[in-house]
């Protein structure tokens, strides 16, 4: 079916929206991708998110939704609230973005709906489990559920790495032909370093530990 | 409990919000009411919904959710479609903004979340069912779901109008007191016309014939 041909992938240009950006190129004949600006203090983000659709030849549009960092006062969205290095116990960190993945994935359906595109793909995973609870799998099925009621809709969410760690999705990557791209062009360091970032925010730790670890498996299969 | 002492109503200022607000105000020590901006074209409508909130006493606060205005063209937030006055077969009518109350209901859970209260109240209804999906009971109970896994919530939404007509709306207002509040000061036409409207818009045909179903119906219950 036409409409199953097209894929649109909220995309922020970290590793695993942009890993995921290459899967659904492998799957479907047309992918866009949908690039969210609200108000990060990194605003580079979104150029280095460009940079990176336009590399991979896609549709790419970027959509103001500064409104979510109205809503509440935190770490990624406002300057005056220093960030945690370590997750609090028993609380989500405070980069969390209450109802971020929601409002993403629910602006994504109004946008793919105009566009006559059922197939919405997300980089949310709850392997490496950060304490953002609108990254786990129950969640996302939910909201699909609820997008298809609240528009009549018939959306399927693909969430490729909602079971991967971080050292499977550089598994992914070398697979996709990518390896080296999401190493070198992609952002996903708190402090807006691309690449290897600063290596001590959370994000930079988690994603070079799933690298270490996958480069030394990859180098144990050698023949 | 103190956080079961308090809710949120989405409030417009039209019949059904404003008879939810007196709803709410029985059953809650504390009420405060939460309205939307988002490109309409009467902005009249928030002085209206401001006035209303004001009289009845409760803390009111207005957002700016025009973000919604943007994701798709329709006739209420898009001067250059024109209206339809009839519903059209088989779809939607025009007046539907895709997503509405999913970003409106979405939005009032985090306000409510920032504020340490967990009950949301809607005037949303299926019985008078105007083709819009995002008011049918399954897709609230699915969104209320959905944000409780979004935010690790506990978060009730209340529908007190979901399976009443207009007639019986409006025997709600009576019994609240509030009958001629509703009648006189509330806005629910489609052309911007307070109280008993322009008359001939869908709006103002269901709101007059509920009124005047209720007003038969008083009438022979008296003695």
Redesign the interface.
């Known amino acids: 079916m036409k409409e199953d041909s097209e894929a649109l992938v909220v995309f922020s240009g970290g590793q695993d929206s942009t890993t995921c950006l290459y899967w659904a190129k492998e799957r479907f004949e047309r992918v866009s991708a949908l690039t969210f600006v609200y108000g990060q203090k990194h605003a580079l983000e979104v150029d280095v998110a460009e940079r990176l659709a336009r590399a991979a030849d896609v549709r790419w549009t970027k959509?103001?939704?500064s409104?979510i960092a109205?809503?509440?006062a935190n770490a990624l969205t406002d300057a005056s609230v220093a960030m945690d290095e370590e997750k609090p116990a028993g609380a989500?960190p405070n980069t969390f973005v209450?109802?971020r993945?929601?409002?993403f994935l629910?602006?994504a359906?109004?946008?793919a709906?105009?566009r006559g595109v059922r197939h919405i793909v997300t980089g949310v995973g709850q392997t490496d489990f950060s304490g953002y609870?609108?990254c786990?799998d129950?969640?996302v099925r939910?909201?699909n559920?609820?997008?298809n009621?609240?528009?009549?809709g018939r959306f399927v969410i693909h969430t490729p790495l909602m079971w991967l760690d971080k050292a499977e999705t550089w598994a992914l990557a070398d697979r996709l032909g990518v390896f080296e791209t999401v190493r070198r062009e992609t952002l996903t360091c708190y402090n807006g370093l691309p690449g290897d970032g600063c290596g001590h925010c959370p994000a930079c730790r988690l994603r070079r530990e799933g690298l270490e670890t996958y480069l030394k498996q990859k180098q144990q299969q050698l023949p």
């Open positions: 959509m103001d939704v409104f109205s809503l509440s989500p209450p109802g993945n929601l409002f629910s602006v359906a109004v946008v709906r105009e609870p609108d786990r129950t969640f939910s909201l559920v609820t997008l009621l609240a528009m009549d």
